[in-house]
């Protein structure tokens, strides 16, 4: 009598539920997959799915995969339904530096990197029955992946430093004083070299721009300098 009485209490899920579950996982997780795959990044759209399908499967499996040891009489467990979905978020730890690749003194792929992290959460928050939250932070992640990376783009390359080399010629033996002070008055100049080359003068320049869009400004500037033959500005 008993035991039927913690049977009965015991959740259990069925094929359809179980089916829909996953199912979703595996929906979100390929959403988000596909937009690293067609970036071309280490993790794509298998791998997202994967990961969020096997999260999914991780949690349904540590809520509900135990009924029938539970439900057997033969001893009193006081079992934590969260215990093997909490190893996930280690787990996914080390997937994701895998897909942290150094190349010189750039890192690429942390961006992906936390993609896969998010992705386990959504597949256990739909293996765990919390749709809405799997929907949500689907659609947030997007948003973060896509609409709100072009306007930080933007934002960012709009506002921050720019370095960069500045190439003046000049005639030969025309003082470069009255270019380095127009130069000066709109960025900070690193280095400084003179070459003589036949009847003209190069200056080269390695500046420091507070903003990416002054370079544009500062060349056409000097190109008004008296005596200034040809400006360029190599990134």
Sequence with gaps: MIAAVVASSIPSLSWAEVLGRVA???????????????????????????????????????????REFLTSGQSVVRADPTRIAAQIVTGIGFLGAGAIIRQGLAIRGLTTAATLWVVAAIGLAAGAGYYSAAVITTGVALVALWPLRAFAYRIVHRFRAESGLL?????????????????????????????????????????????????QKLVAKLADVDHVLEVRWAD
């Design 167 to 215: 190439l003046v010629q000049l005639p030969a033996g025309q003082s470069p004083a009255e270019v380095i002070d127009a130069v000066e008055a709109d960025a900070r100049v690193e280095t400084i070299e003179i070459r003589q080359e036949g009847d003209r003068r190069t200056l080269e320049l390695t500046l420091d721009l507070p903003r990416a869009e002054l370079a």
């Design 24 to 66: 979703l996982a595996a929906a979100l997780g390929a959403v988000l997959g596909l937009e690293r795959e067609l970036r071309d990044r280490e993790a794509g759209l298998r791998t997202h799915l994967l990961v969020s399908v096997g999260s999914a499967l991780f949690t349904i499996v540590s809520a509900y995969g135990f």
